[in-house]
């Protein structure tokens, strides 16, 4: 996957803005803590984050990605860094405030066990007060999985589930699509 991806990011920001559900919430943070946002491939959320004042650490498999991210932090003196590594191998979920998945998850047949195992890593390695943010495609059964496994950690407080629209646009082919997407915010 990290040679798709990397041929996909040669389009800077492929995947456009951030959701703006996703910076209001940040922006309404008044603690401006540590943030992992895993799977972050070019900084569509790392970056606005940096810039609202967190301090970000993005993860990707796809160099390019990171490369990009990178380069605009350097730029703009933001405190951002990016590190090229598979997410499923990191461990180190205690040094953060917040931990962003944005668009991780599919629940595919031959991924829903990774996925899930990973969740449940995810919530039982992170310290008391640090908050989950999942951004989630709300098709199929996806919601309800990801319910099912936030489940199993019983020391979870549910603090947002929001549902809005992703419209996502390509302005080179005029493709144009709108997703049902869900924000969901659990705390330890």
């Not at 059964?141 to 319910?147: H, Q, S």
């Amino acid at each position: 996957m990290t040679v798709t991806y990397d041929k996909y990011y040669q389009t800077e920001n492929l995947f456009g803005e951030p959701y703006p559900e996703l910076i209001e919430f940040f922006a309404s943070q008044h603690k401006k803590g540590k943030v992992l946002d895993l799977g972050c491939g070019q900084g569509r959320d790392s970056i606005p984050l940096a810039r609202l004042g967190f301090k970000v650490t993005g993860i990707d498999n796809s160099k390019v990605g990171i490369e990009q991210m990178n380069e605009i932090s350097k730029t703009e003196n933001l405190n951002l860094t990016g590190r090229v590594t598979d997410i499923f191998k990191f461990d180190n979920f205690a040094n953060y405030d917040f931990i962003l998945l944005d668009s991780m998850f599919h629940f595919t047949k031959n991924d829903k066990k990774k996925e899930t195992d990973f969740i449940k890593k995810i919530l039982s390695k992170i310290k008391k007060g640090c908050l989950v943010v999942f951004c989630i495609q709300d098709t199929g059964k996806k919601i309800e999985i990801l319910n099912k496994t936030i489940d199993f950690e019983n020391k979870l407080n549910r603090l947002i589930d929001k549902k809005f629209k992703y419209i996502f646009e390509d302005k080179e082919s005029g493709h144009k699509s709108k997703t049902d997407y869900r924000m969901v915010v659990v705390e330890k």
